[in-house]
């Protein structure tokens, strides 16, 4: 089965630019999605189709994706981003989730 | 507003069955399809399966770690999407979350508060 592999934590200042991907055999074939879940909270929707932002979602989040590497992109990283974080495609039907990444503020 | 309200999570035994419930509202149920996702303690989001819409016949898909053990079901009439879990394992203690995907986005849109399942003896 299709895997998506995120590295498990991402560290970013304040104001800095914050990159976080998510690998997979056939993440450039696929529409990825990207959710934010923060401590104690449920996750929120950020990015779909690779690199749609939902209404409500700042700009400062973006997202793109080539070959087998997806990325959500925070451009001037706040504190209030700090979460983790979870790409997600569907394969044959079935919704797979990458293991996800924390990010520190 | 677009809510999704689960409940039914308890404590049960390993071996035992539990049905959980979510009620919603804000949004066009019936033409929704709806998920369930789950998240073990301190652990990443494990989709769980769906129950399509009724243009799609309610049509639903299980994850293999699940399938023969649970039955996704839903009541148009109620704005409600039911699990209900047999043969309950300790590794099915979980946060589990009902989702609405509303199909335009390919994405699981809004999510609910989650409720607590705990198999343990």
């Known amino acids: 089965s299709q895997e998506l592999t995120q590295p498990p934590s991402v560290s970013v200042s304040p104001g800095q630019t914050a990159s976080m991907t998510c690998f997979g055999d056939?993440?450039?074939?696929?529409?990825i999605s990207w959710y934010q879940q923060r401590p104690g909270q449920s996750p929120v929707l950020v990015i779909y189709?690779?690199?749609q932002r939902p209404s409500g979602i700042p700009e400062r989040f973006s997202g793109s994706s080539s070959g087998n590497t997806a990325t959500l992109t925070i451009s001037g990283a706040q504190a209030m981003d700090e979460a983790d974080y979870y790409c997600?495609?569907?394969?044959?039907?079935?919704?797979?989730f990458g293991g996800g990444t924390k990010l520190t503020v | 507003e677009v809510q999704l309200v689960e409940s039914g999570g308890n404590l049960v035994q390993p071996g035992g069955t539990l049905r959980l419930s979510c009620a919603t509202s804000?949004?066009?149920?019936?033409?929704?399809?709806m998920d369930w996702v789950r998240q073990a303690p301190g652990k990443g989001l494990e989709w769980v399966g769906r129950?399509?819409?009724?243009?799609?016949?309610?049509?639903?898909e299980y994850a293999a770690s699940v399938r023969g053990r649970v039955i996704i079901s839903r009541d148009d009439s109620k704005r409600s999407l039911y699990l209900e879990m047999n043969s309950l394992k300790t590794e099915d203690t979980a946060v589990y979350y009902c989702?609405?995907?509303?199909?335009?986005?390919?994405?699981?849109?809004?999510w609910g508060q989650g409720t607590v399942v705990v198999v343990s003896s």
């Open positions: 989702v609405s995907a509303s199909g335009g986005t390919l994405a699981f849109d809004v």
């Open positions: 804000g949004f066009p149920f019936s033409d929704h399809y």
């Open positions: 129950s399509r819409n009724k243009r799609n016949n309610y049509t639903p």
């Open positions: 056939k993440v450039g074939n696929k529409y």
């Open positions: 189709k690779d690199n």
């Open positions: 997600q495609m569907w394969d044959s039907s079935a919704a797979v």
